[in-house]
């Protein structure tokens, strides 16, 4: 079934969507798992990614009556782990951690040989992951207009960093640049935390980053908070304006994390791993470390279904970015 689109056409097929969980029975949606589970994550132990994932498998693991052991394969944005689990018999015993740089791997890494679109099924959105604009302290700003307006003001001179090519750190990067007119140079590491390190020292002087990274660094004072990309502001950082506040109405632009599995994983398995994902989420534990993360939780109904659908209109919105921009990834 895949997730109905085809390639990134993103067209939605009328009856494409995922088996209604309704048409499983609970004796079937029982008898799984009956072995251990692999949850593959595309990004290093250590990671924003790989904090959730330890988090909602500890208490999946409980829920579920079986182990789930977080195997770490990071590269590429996470595209590397995802090729990987593409590969894989789908039996319900190897899921992946999905980002939004999987989505466009067709665009950003065409030599990694597999297709999100076809290769995957969606089980339940884990969190939306928003990010921030910041500043080295050595930059001398302390708001986006002072920060524009030194961009403007020297062409060439300022940088910004994001988390890797193809990254939505990268993506926000671009589509600020093009819709303020800020002549940056892009700067890419591997991982926000990377960034951050460089901006430390002066050697990058913005960047773009989860608020999960970045928190400590801002709460502490040593790099400025400029701006946040999401629907909102962030609690974790209230007094940090929302991109929008300045104008900018269509740059909401959080990332995202979600659970999906090989194509051909039988709808009784997904049913489960659905019916645990929701049950962690709804953790009182769960919700105080994602609301201290900075991480925004999906909808109490969080189904296949409606992951589907917001993985078609987001992966059609940021193609299009990538070609407005004309971001060109590893050919």
């Known amino acids: 079934m895949g997730l109905c689109r085809n390639g990134l056409g993103l ?19 029982e008898v799984y798992p009956k072995r251990p589970i692999t949850w593959v994550v595309g990004a290093a132990p250590g990671d924003a990614a790989d904090v959730v994932a330890r988090l909602l498998t500890t208490l999946m693991a ?21 090729a990987s689990v593409a590969k894989v018999a789908p039996d319900g015993y190897t899921v992946y951690m999905a980002m939004r740089p999987v989505a466009l791997h ?38 986006l207009p002072e920060a524009i307006g030194k961009a403007r003001a020297t062409p060439g001179k300022y940088t910004c960093a994001s988390g890797g090519l193809g990254s939505t750190s990268h993506l926000i990067c671009e589509a ?7 002549p940056w140079a892009h700067i890419p590491y591997s991982g926000s935390v990377a960034s951050l390190i460089d901006m ?11 608020v999960t990274a970045a928190l400590p660094l801002i709460t502490s004072g040593r790099i400025r908070a400029l701006a946040v990309f999401s629907d909102g502001r962030v609690p974790a950082i209230p007094d940090v304006p929302d991109i ?18 090989p194509t051909g994983t039988p709808s009784h398995a997904i049913a ?25 939780q999906p909808s109490p109904v969080n189904t296949p279904d409606m992951l589907e659908t917001f993985l078609v209109a987001d992966t059609e919105i940021w193609t299009r970015v990538l070609e407005q921009t004309q971001i060109r990834g590893l050919q």
């Open 11 to 29: 067209l939605i097929v009328a009856g494409c969507g995922f088996p209604a969980l309704g048409a499983v029975s609970d004796a079937e949606i």
């Open 62 to 82: 409980r829920e579920l009556g079986q182990e789930i052991i977080i195997a770490n394969r990071p590269g590429a944005t996470g595209n590397v782990g995802a």
């Open 106 to 143: 067709k665009v950003m890494f065409r030599q990694i040989k597999y297709d999100f679109a076809k290769d995957f099924v969606p089980v339940g959105m884990i969190a939306r992951i928003p990010f921030v604009l910041v500043a080295g302290n050595h930059v001398g700003v302390t708001t």
């Open 176 to 182: 600020l640049k093009d819709q303020a007119s800020l």
């Open 200 to 210: 430390l020292g002066g050697r990058t002087d913005f960047a773009l980053a989860t």
């Open 244 to 261: 929008k506040e300045f104008g900018f109405s269509d740059m909401s632009a959080h990332g995202w994390c979600a659970l999906v599995a």
């Open 272 to 296: 489960r791993l659905n019916k645990s994902l929701n049950t962690a989420l709804s953790n009182d534990s769960v919700r105080k470390k994602f609301a201290d993360l900075g991480y925004i």
